[in-house]
């Protein structure tokens, strides 16, 4: 018995860090769950043991979300693939369970398995009118059908489950469908439609007091202002991301100084530039992050383009290539204002020097690379 009430107990603790664990007090419901979490662990293995099957049920999908948060999605999982091997394949838990699965795998980059776990988690919830586990299926679903291609039907499902999510009241699934649209759109070249997404997303997340969403959509919002050509807008929306942020969230400070990097070297303003992009590798050295520095880089490239210093421009830009890859393939940055810079370098230089400072900056080690960045914004800063 008394095992029994101990595992009740770790439920409602459990519901209670979920239910706070978007708001502003996120961190410390985060906080709970964490000193509940090995407890939560032991009491489904009792659970399951002891055939109470629904126990074990209702202990994981209520810390499902906080599983996620504090980054242990792997044990997670393999918690609930045990419970799944405890149930009647083709039971209601299972449904609920398999969707949580698809979550969890998806999260963990493991896009076949999740694409396995969404398809039956929402054939197997569709038969069971479970709406809010196959709306949570259909969203991975769809984000798994863009990531292999399958751009049309995954828009398609990301359209429904916005909506779906927004009618039943699921938070943060309204949020993560949001996303997925704004992606679909962004791929097919609905460009306005992709700013109107996050718009969107920046309601919901804004009325669920949800300060580490809020804060990165307003990041988003300023990149999309960028490539739309608006410095001042993109520095607005930023600046904002960074008020909202504070010390809590390490990560969007670090692309908000980097967004305001950019917007400060479109209006020409090399000095605050170099200042913001100082801080942003600064951050990103301390995060450990190599998409980051690589964004640094190209970002410092940019910089050097504009003081006139093209070879070296060129060079940061191969070596932020080589370092982290752009999206889709190419040596070209998707960004339109750090592309237009690698462009307006190269053609500063012949071809020859051109194809030479590449080759160059691609063989470069880190160590010299950043001594290059540290040189440019050092004679930014000297020239205030």
């Given at each position: 018995?008394?095992?029994?009430?101990?595992?009740?107990?770790?439920?409602?603790?459990?519901?209670?860090?979920?239910?706070?664990?978007?708001?502003?007090?996120?961190?410390?419901?985060?906080?709970?769950?964490?000193?509940?979490?090995?407890?939560?662990?032991?009491?489904?293995?009792?659970?399951?043991?002891?055939?109470?099957?629904?126990?074990?049920?209702?202990?994981?999908?209520?810390?499902?979300?906080?599983?996620?948060?504090?980054?242990?999605?792997?044990?997670?999982?393999?918690?609930?693939?045990?419970?799944?091997?405890?149930?009647?394949h083709q039971s209601p838990e299972a449904a609920r369970l398999l969707a949580a699965a698809a979550m969890l795998s998806h999260q963990l980059s493991d896009h076949d398995q999740a694409l396995t776990y969404a398809r039956q988690a929402l054939a197997l919830a569709e038969r069971h009118g479970d709406r809010i586990s196959a709306s949570t299926a259909r969203t991975f679903l769809a984000a798994e059908l863009m990531f292999s291609g399958?751009?049309?039907?995954?828009?398609?499902?990301?359209?429904?489950?916005?909506?779906?999510?927004?009618?039943?009241?699921?938070?943060?699934?309204?949020?993560?469908?949001?996303?997925?649209?704004?992606?679909?759109?962004?791929?097919?070249?609905?460009?306005?439609?992709?700013?109107?997404?996050?718009?969107?997303?920046?309601?919901?997340?804004?009325?669920?007091?949800?300060?580490?969403?809020?804060?990165?959509?307003?990041?988003?919002?300023?990149?999309?202002?960028?490539?739309?050509?608006?410095?001042?807008?993109?520095?607005?929306?930023?600046?904002?991301?960074?008020?909202?942020?504070?010390?809590?969230?390490?990560?969007?400070?670090?692309?908000?100084?980097?967004?305001?990097?950019?917007?400060?070297?479109?209006?020409?303003?090399?000095?605050?530039?170099?200042?913001?992009?100082?801080?942003?590798?600064?951050?990103?050295?301390?995060?450990?992050?190599?998409?980051?520095?690589?964004?640094?880089?190209?970002?410092?490239?940019?910089?050097?383009?504009?003081?006139?210093?093209?070879?070296?421009?060129?060079?940061?830009?191969?070596?932020?290539?080589?370092?982290?890859?752009?999206?889709?393939?190419?040596?070209?940055?998707?960004?339109?204002?750090?592309?237009?810079?690698?462009?307006?370098?190269?053609?500063?230089?012949?071809?020859?020097?051109?194809?030479?400072?590449?080759?160059?900056?691609?063989?470069?080690?880190?160590?010299?690379?950043?001594?290059?960045?540290?040189?440019?914004?050092?004679?930014?800063?000297?020239?205030?």
């Amino acid at each position: 018995r008394s095992r029994e009430l101990l595992a009740a107990y770790l439920t409602r603790r459990a519901e209670d860090s979920r239910a706070h664990l978007y708001g502003t007090d996120g961190a410390l419901a985060q906080a709970r769950f964490d000193d509940n979490a090995a407890d939560i662990a032991a009491a489904v293995d009792w659970a399951l043991e002891s055939g109470r099957r629904s126990i074990a049920v209702e202990l994981m999908l209520a810390g499902v979300d906080c599983w996620v948060a504090s980054g242990r999605q792997n044990q997670a999982l393999g918690l609930v693939v045990l419970v799944l091997d405890h149930l009647p394949h083709q039971s209601p838990e299972a449904a609920r369970l398999l969707a949580a699965a698809a979550m969890l795998s998806h999260q963990l980059s493991d896009h076949d398995q999740a694409l396995t776990y969404a398809r039956q988690a929402l054939a197997l919830a569709e038969r069971h009118g479970d709406r809010i586990s196959a709306s949570t299926a259909r969203t991975f679903l769809a984000a798994e059908l863009m990531f292999s291609g399958e751009l049309a039907d995954g828009l398609a499902l990301a359209t429904q489950a916005a909506a779906e999510a927004e009618e039943l009241g699921l938070y943060p699934l309204s949020a993560q469908a949001l996303s997925l649209l704004a992606m679909a759109r962004a791929y097919s070249g609905d460009f306005e439609g992709e700013r109107r997404a996050h718009e969107a997303k920046l309601a919901v997340v804004r009325a669920n007091g949800d300060l580490a969403r809020t804060a990165d959509v307003l990041n988003t919002l300023a990149e999309i202002a960028l490539d739309d050509g608006d410095a001042a807008t993109a520095r607005a929306f930023a600046v904002e991301a960074l008020g909202v942020a504070g010390q809590r969230l390490p990560t969007v400070v670090r692309d908000a100084s980097i967004t305001l990097a950019r917007a400060a070297l479109a209006e020409g303003d090399l000095a605050e530039a170099g200042r913001r992009l100082a801080e942003a590798l600064d951050q990103s050295d301390r995060l450990g992050q190599t998409f980051a520095v690589a964004q640094c880089l190209r970002v410092g490239g940019g910089v050097a383009a504009a003081r006139g210093d093209a070879d070296t421009a060129v060079r940061l830009f191969a070596a932020a290539q080589s370092l982290s890859a752009s999206p889709g393939g190419g040596d070209v940055p998707p960004d339109h204002d750090l592309a237009a810079a690698l462009t307006e370098a190269r053609a500063s230089l012949s071809e020859q020097a051109a194809r030479t400072a590449w080759t160059l900056g691609s063989g470069l080690p880190l160590a010299s690379v950043r001594a290059q960045l540290t040189d440019v914004l050092d004679r930014v800063s000297a020239s205030r």
